[in-house]
């Protein structure tokens, strides 16, 4: 049983009928140090209905507890402190851990309910940046969260393969590009041109209605366009591609804009038949005045359509489609007025199911506090920062460990993995400036520090050379330095279900942090490999570390080296 119920139970027996076994588990809380207990009571919401004393309440109601399961329970001022039975506990988590390996922390709260998660996104011939690290990691790593509560993810890369940038990209093209170059550096020389254009632009408005023009041609099926446009797209996701293999990332579908091109006159046809489409400077818009939202723009003046209406045609395809139970968005938190908008333009159309399209907003990545922007070539290509990441780890492996094996396929997984679980230990909503150093750090709050912690408990397993813990009866641990971390491991499945709840995977990282440390301090304390009565015990504990540690590592998408 869960070790916070027992309490829960414990208590339910003895306060006032009208509190509520849920009103009791909101408010237990866990003590800063085991000397207080593993977890605490307080007594305050109890006064008024008991007309006593906090400190009173608590200490009479201590002595009616049952103390079955806990070493003992005991009231400190107005608080009642549970001490669970550190023996059977111990000996219930390691047993659970070895047996389910895996699937340790597995839940069904999703019924294999399908959920599309609308993720990475990179316009077609601009080069994956810094920028596109956030919204790839973050929705990799909660489909891989929600996986293990039982839901069915569906990872959308909805490519930005259709706009206005393509005009401009042709402009640029037909101006100063050349077939060779392009094929000699694909997206750097696309880069290049665009980039240009917009330079150009700012003292030659013209070129702005020339690319509107070509856009407008890819729009009518122009043969020409097109071929550029389909050639762009081809070269731009091979290069793509070399990231997403390095990152470990994978996709359902690659369905983008250009997908929804032959959807969305049926889209404009019901917004029109209810009533919805209203003409304001020539443009078509739905009105949300009424939502104190500014107006949804769904057809321009020259016909062209808009993102809103291509972002409804790809909600109400993904419905018809997936038949979700919820659909996410992995978007950064800028565009949080567009998805108000696309919610309410679907309730308005009668889709009540807009309820369930839930926008994963986050921050930026600055560097030296500047926001990177395409448009003014400020950008830090992510290959270029992967490979110094990589290089970093490298260097770092040599002076550790320079008889290592493998050391480059190591290092390759040290170094992405450094970049992917710093952007996933920070809350996603905040933004964070970059600093390459103190990410690929063996030592801190990173990503190395965790893997190469899993690294030790792997080699201490390996020096035991002894896999009789795994069928051993007897698991018990009292002593204290392995307690925080029993507690640890068993917390591992709440852990999972506030992660999905928040589509906060930094829950998932800072928590693998605190159990490496936890861990290292165990390390640190104990003579794991005595052989004595204990050895089976602690060699278990070792296990049920590095078992939760790799969990914990794959839910972020980063690999655990088994030697570093």
Known sequence: MDSKILVVNALSKVVPAEITADQIQNLIEKPKSSDLGDYAFPTFILAKSLHKAPNMIAQEL???????????????????????????????????????QDDYGNQNEGNNGNVPIDMSSPNIAKPMSMGHLRSTVIGNSIAKIITKLGYQPIKINHLGDWGTQFGKLIVGYKMWGSKEQVEEDPINNLLKYYVRFHKEAEDKPELDDEARAWFKKMEDGDEEALALWTWFRKLSLAEFQKIYDRLGVTFDSYNGEAFYNDKMDAVIKTIQDKGLLQESRGAEIVDLSKLDLSPALIRKTDGATLYITRDLAAAIYRKDTYHFVKSLYVVGSEQAEHFKKLKA???????????????????????????????????ILLENVLNDAV????????????????????????GVGAVVFHDLKNERRDSFDFNLEEVVRFEGETGPYVQYTNARALSILRKAGNTDYQTASDLTLSDPEAWDTIKMIQEFPEIISRAGAKYEPSVVAKYSLKLAKSFNQYYAHSKILTDDSGLNARLALVKSVSIILQMSLALLGVKAPEEM
């Open 345 to 379: 333009v679907l309730k308005m159309m009668g889709y009540d199911w807009a309820d369930d399209i839930h926008h994963i907003e986050f921050g930026l990545i600055t560097t030296g506090g500047k926001k990177l922007s395409t448009r003014k070539g400020n950008v």
């Open 62 to 100: 201590v002595s009616e507890i049952s103390q079955d399961g806990f070493e003992k329970v005991v009231n400190t001022g107005a608080y009642i402190n549970f001490f669970l039975d550190k023996s059977s506990f111990s000996n219930d988590i390691l047993h659970t851990v070895l047996k389910e």
């Open 391 to 414: 290089d970093l780890a490298k260097k770092q492996i040599e002076e550790k460990n320079p008889n290592l094996k493998n050391k480059d396929e190591v290092a390759e997984s040290v």
